[in-house]
């Protein structure tokens, strides 16, 4: 079957390696280690007409920032999911320059935002603003609530010639 790259973006701390350990292993730990450099794993999914997708997700350094658009780590992406915390409404501005710069960077490679720690809190309509008219997607890597579908509907949103 086919495998795409995936980014996985956002600032430090916002759960992007607990939301990946939740797909991939089903578990949550509250040890918080920082990801340093970027770590790699891969989950299979099953796309709506039945064919098999190997998502290869790089999970990346918060520390970043918008420098990982430049860097070699994006080159090849199909998409990218764009992670935010519920609990810290000022991550959500950061979201949004990660996912208008990958699009810009990656133009016609889909993005998906994903607020996580949604178990823990819910931002407003005003602190949303920054995310403009986007669907976000809200998840909870303790719980497991929406990670396996935030990652499907990525997935499902990748063009076969982009594959």
């Known amino acids: 079957g086919a495998a795409v790259k995936i980014m996985l973006l956002g600032p430090i701390g916002v759960g ?6 939740r797909l991939v292993f089903d578990t949550f730990s509250h040890d918080y280690k920082t990801t340093i450099g970027v770590d790699l794993m891969s989950y299979d999914v099953e796309l709506h007409d039945g064919r098999p997708l190997r998502l290869v997700i790089w999970d990346t350094d918060g520390d970043f920032g918008e420098s990982i658009l430049t860097s070699s780590y994006v ?13 810290r409404p000022q991550t959500l501005a950061r979201m949004a320059l990660l996912l208008d710069g990958f699009e810009r960077t990656m133009p016609q490679r889909p993005t998906c935002a994903v607020l996580n720690k949604i178990d823990l809190g819910a931002p ?27 990652f499907v ?11």
């Open 153 to 163: 509907s990525l997935a499902q949103s990748i063009q076969p010639d982009r594959m």
């Open 124 to 150: 407003g309509a005003a602190e949303l603003k920054p995310l403009g008219r986007r669907n976000v997607l809200q998840a909870s890597a303790q719980t497991g609530r929406g990670v396996r579908e935030a």
């Open 16 to 21: 992007k390696t607990s939301l990946l350990r």
């Open 75 to 87: 080159a090849g992406a199909s998409g990218a999911m764009v992670v935010g915390d519920a609990t």
